[in-house]
Every structure is written in C-alpha cells, then in structure tokens.
C-alpha cells in the first residue's frame, strides 16, 4: 500500500529564514510520481511540481527547491529566504505510474512571520 | 487552456436538507474528475473519482454520491445532510495523453457548513 508521511504538522519561521519541508513516501511500486501542493489561505490547491521515480535531478525554481532520494523515499521541499505570502499549508503526494488516485500526506502548517 | 468551476462558493444548510456541488472543467476531453473533502483545514479526503461519463468510484462510504451527467460535469450529491458534512469540498480534473496526465488541477473549492 502506499503512503505518504509529513511528519512536521506545523513549522513556524521568520520572514527571510530557510524552511525545509519533510516528505517520506512508501510504495512497492518502482514507476511512480511525487507531487508538491500548495495551499494559501484562500483554499484552493495550487500544484507545484511533479517529480517522476526515474529522475532523481534536483529542481530549483526561484526560491524553491526539491530534493528526492530515493535511497531514503523522501521528497522534501526547501523554500529559501521565506516570505509572508509562504505561508500556507503544503501537501506532499504520491500515485503509482498507471493510477487513477493521489495519495497524500497530512499537510504541513507553514507559518512565516514578518 | 484548462480551468475548473466550482459552485456555490460557501454553503449553509440544515441538517436533513439535500445538497447538490457542481464541478465543470473547460479546456479538455474525457478528463479524470474527483471530489474531495477537507475536514479541520488539513487532510484531503478523496470521496469519489471518474475516469468517464456515469463511471463513479466511492472510495468511502457515506451518505454522499456523486454523478457525471456529461463528460466534464461532476456533481456531488445528498439527499439529507448531517453535520460532519461540514467541510471544505474540493472537485479536481486530470488530464489523460499530453494534456496534464500525472497531476490534479483543483477547483476553488465549496466551503459547506451544515447547521
């Protein structure tokens, strides 16, 4: 069975602080894809990256940054120099190569002050 | 490019009442369309998907259904409310071919408070 696990259920950081946001998945699976949602105040998901079981690259976009180890079934996401609009609830999730559903973790509470 | 609908935004309805969600997706064919619930502000709930029109899958049981009338239209469904209905109701689409076939796009979301 798969499973996702966001073991931080709040983090709270000052404005301009790294953040790191932890992401340990299981599947028997050996094709599979790990997603990051992100989501604001105003409710809705807002999909940040895909990240597929064969690529293992590192990804950086502006002031995110992924990180997946397959040796250790973690995808975690770092923000740098963190801002107030960062604040929001971030989803890690999982699906099988062929299947219909995403599993995802709790959700972690990132709280950054000003 | 593709976007998803969801009404109403909030709603407040009594316990026993019905309750009709509906989500639409513009900008693709034959998508994948899911309903979640998010309860307490944090986990997602998947309650039912659809890989076609008039194929439901109930991933838990409960007093909800869900229907496709059409192949971009998804509607949640009860015919008398209970209070842990309450929750953050949130339809999602995914694409099949190029368009979009790992991801889910989620909608704004319906925000239901049963009284």
């Known amino acids: 069975a798969q499973k996702v696990t966001q073991a931080q259920t709040e983090i709270s950081v000052v404005e301009k602080e790294d953040v790191t946001l932890d992401c340990v998945y299981e599947?028997?699976?050996?094709?599979?894809?790990l997603f990051w949602y992100k989501q604001p105040p105003s409710g809705e998901l807002v999909f940040l990256i895909r990240r597929n079981s064969f690529d293992e690259q590192n990804e950086i976009s502006g002031r995110y940054s992924w990180n997946f180890q397959k040796s250790t079934s973690s995808f975690n996401f770092t923000i740098t120099a963190s801002q107030v609009v960062d604040s929001a609830v971030y989803f890690c999730?999982?699906?099988?190569?062929?299947?219909?559903?995403?599993?995802f973790g709790a959700g972690t509470i990132l709280r950054v002050k000003s | 490019s593709q976007t998803i609908h969801q009404w109403p935004a909030t709603l407040v309805q009594p316990v026993g009442s019905p309750l009709s969600l509906e989500c639409t997706v513009e900008?693709?064919?034959?998508?994948?369309l899911y309903w979640y619930r998010q309860a307490a502000g944090r986990g997602l709930q998947l309650l039912f998907y659809?890989?076609?029109?008039?194929?439901i899958s109930s991933e838990v049981p409960q007093n909800l259904s869900a229907s496709r009338p059409q192949d971009r239209q998804f509607i949640l469904s009860s015919k008398k409310l209970l209070l842990s209905d309450s929750g953050f109701y949130l339809c999602a689409w995914r694409g099949l071919g190029q368009i979009a076939p790992y991801e889910q796009y989620f909608g704004p979301g319906t925000r239901l408070t049963v009284t």
């Open positions: 999730a999982l699906s099988e190569a062929l299947g219909n559903k995403l599993v």
């Open positions: 599947t028997r699976d050996t094709t599979y894809y």
């Open positions: 900008g693709t064919s034959n998508p994948n």
């Open positions: 659809s890989v076609g029109i008039g194929q």
